[in-house]
């Protein structure tokens, strides 16, 4: 089946930098497009004036569009058939990614993002798992682009 379009959850660590390196071969590879998504939350900071101050959601989606646009400008868009689209979303991250993954033909991942888990996966990787609409890569954080295939 022909490839349209991948959908890869970035947030700014290496592992998904990695994960968007290997789904632009991919999308170079199928002429699918790209979209990458970065979701960020608010944190709980409780009722501490100065937190809620460092805390300011403007501040915040600020950060995530900056660490977003710094992601995708490193990514090599040569060869795409268009360029990556960008999206960010005020949302839980694994929440956010299985939404962006409905229609979409792959989502790819970093194997441990932020908030690490059980088997080496990060919480977010591990959270779309389970109720991913489409197939879902876990790129993992030090293999050559190309995931090994284990010869025995």
């Not at 959908?7 to 660590?13: A, H, L, M, N, R």
């Not at 660490?67 to 490193?74: F, H, N, R």
């Not at 890569?137 to 284990?150: G, H, K, L, Q």
Request: hydrophobic share 40%.
């Amino acid at each position: 089946t022909l490839m349209q379009h991948i959908v890869v959850g970035v947030d700014g660590s290496k592992a998904s930098r990695r994960a968007l390196g290997w789904a632009v071969e991919q999308a170079r590879a199928s002429g699918a497009t790209v979209e990458v998504v970065h979701a960020w939350t608010s944190p709980d900071l409780g009722t501490d004036p100065l937190a809620r101050a460092l805390g300011d959601p403007n501040k915040l989606e600020e950060q995530a569009r900056r660490e977003l646009q710094l992601v995708v400008d490193e990514a090599d868009e040569s060869g795409l058939v268009s360029p990556i689209e960008r999206t960010l979303v005020h949302h839980d991250p694994a929440r956010a990614l299985l939404d962006a993954a409905t229609g979409a033909d792959m989502l790819v991942v970093g194997s441990r993002g932020l908030g690490g888990g059980e088997a080496g996966l990060g919480s977010v990787s591990h959270g779309v798992i389970g109720d991913a609409p489409c197939p879902v890569v876990v790129v993992p954080p030090s293999t050559p682009s190309e995931p090994e295939t284990a010869v025995t």
